[in-house]
């Protein structure tokens, strides 16, 4: 390995100035900050064909990160992953393990180190830059062979796909709204599965998040303490219809149910969701529905509820803009929140970003930690069956402790 791979190793302690002059040295000099043990090995090896793991200095920084740092080598430790970000170091890029520095300080219980908290700010910051890069540029479709985390994570219920390409995810139904929306879905017990990929649209191990989201909403309910006279909410995405029965017993005034899916839509039928007198069904995308609503201009909602599927984080972006015009000043919002939540680290990332997305629209997200380490989800083996409750599911969308359940309302409320 090289001079800066071992550099980061933290052989000779304590881990003082001596590291940064080196490290700057190194980077000042050319080395790249994503120099990876793989490059190292295979030039020293003579072998050309590219690595397909990259496991860069930030990730044994990352594995050699002493336990027992004191607060000044945690400080010096910290300046030079940000002295490694400033020279373009990549937060999202895999090990052979595949994991990100990020995942690396998850697994070794470091979370709440200060580097924890740099990775995710750099993060944040990529994710921003990102979005720039993709209003500017037409064609930033670009494979520079670095593995990496999909950095434009799929919204609620998707999780990050490694590296499938364009034409691919056109065609995934858990990827792109077209190819669900005329994917078959099937009803089985426990979970809405797509018929083909048995992509997990709803499954009910979320019935106490969706138990969370549906009094979370309702808070909105209520202006000054005082029950409003009309109270009418709106649930995006019925799936199950899990949380629109816990609507139901509430018994609003009126009670918007948005769903875009025909087989959906007819199992609503079926078991007489069109025929109570307070629910109005939107048939179609919340899209078409919302901006109806909007010129409309007279329903406004004490409570909206957002869950979806083969949706993007852009999706969601989307739904702000219409979001401020259809909620009631005092109104909540909720949504399922499985932003990232392949990857703990990654949840954190967009934990931070959604409240900056909401912020700009003047609504402020606060976010209630829901452990989750004794649900059914994190259970290898459920009881009373032989396996998890990702058996048979193509991709599991949830694999973190806790849950950010997040209650959004305007600032001044
Ligand atoms: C995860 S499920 C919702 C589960 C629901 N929260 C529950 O408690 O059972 C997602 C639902 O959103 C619907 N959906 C997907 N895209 C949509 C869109 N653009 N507009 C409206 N509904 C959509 C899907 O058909 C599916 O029924």
Redesign the pocket.
Known sequence: MTDLHELCKFHIRPVDGRYLTELRYFLRNGIPSTYTEEEAYNYINGIEEEAESTTTPLHIICRKYPEDASEEEARVINEMAGMLFEYGAGWCLVDAEGNTPGCVLVKRGLKHTGLYEQIVDAGVRAELLLRKVECNVEFVEQDNGDAQVEEQEAQ??VESVETETKAERATDPADS?EA?LSAKLRYEKGA?VTEEQNDG??MDW?TDL?KRGCDTIFKGAYVDGKLDDEVAVL??????????SFIAEKQPTKHYI????PD?LAKMKKDGWYDRPNVVVLEG???EQLDKLLSQGNVFFNGVYY?????HYEDMLDLFDVLVGLLKPHGVFSF?NGLGADREVVYDVYKNLVSMDLSNYGLSCSFENVDMSNSRVNDASEEGTDGSVWDNIKRPYWMCPVYYHPEVKFVEF
């Open positions: 609620p219920h709204q669900y809405l649209v709803m979320e969706m649930n995006i995405g019925f799936g199950m219809g899990i949380i629109d948005c769903e875009a899916h959906v995308t919340w899209k869950d979806t599927f083969s949706e399922f």
